[in-house]
């Protein structure tokens, strides 16, 4: 029997047969990327002393990618296969086994200069006056063009919301075919 999308399950076997949170399809935008656009803006507030929280890490790739540019970088994830492959893709960073829920484990108490998620949990953001430093940023990128619980969440525990990008693109994606081909 298939696994729920999104279940801790699906993630372990997409984390075994993919080998991370990858999709196997490329894609053509045919406008301004966001993740591009994360990107730059999570460079913009990367340096030395610098430390950094990164909410549904996945297999990695940010912390391999930008980890080291900054004092510390810490990240947390749900599934266990998906920490095992970034621990061997970013040796450099420390991961930790949360699911974003409950006490929020002494091994990542803050505080931290900045708290990221691509595409991730928004669930941290209820974690920000605990887990921030004085001044720390918050940055999400999220999975599409509305995600009404980060403003609102943001709201909620008390922090301004300084920016906001919303970049509708056009782009092909795989067929329900090939999802359903990929998901069995």
Known sequence: ?????????WYARLARELGGYRHPWTRELDGPDPELTFDALLQGRLGPGVRVLEAGC???????????EVGRWMAYDRVPELLAQARVNAPHAEFHLWDGKG????????????????????????R??????PGARFLYVGPRLEVPQVPERLRGVGWDLLGEWRVSV???????????????
């Open 170 to 184: 056009r782009a092909w994606a795989p067929t329900l075919s090939d999802w359903a081909t990929r998901c069995a």
């Open 58 to 68: 996945g297999h990695g790739p940010d912390a391999a990618r930008f980890g080291g």
């Open 1 to 9: 029997m298939p696994h729920r999308p999104h279940s801790r399950e």
């Open 103 to 126: 006490a929020v484990p002494d091994a990542l108490r803050g505080p931290f200069d900045l708290i990221v998620s691509r595409r991730g949990p928004t669930g941290v953001i209820l």
């Open 128 to 133: 920000l006056p605990e887990l921030a430093a």
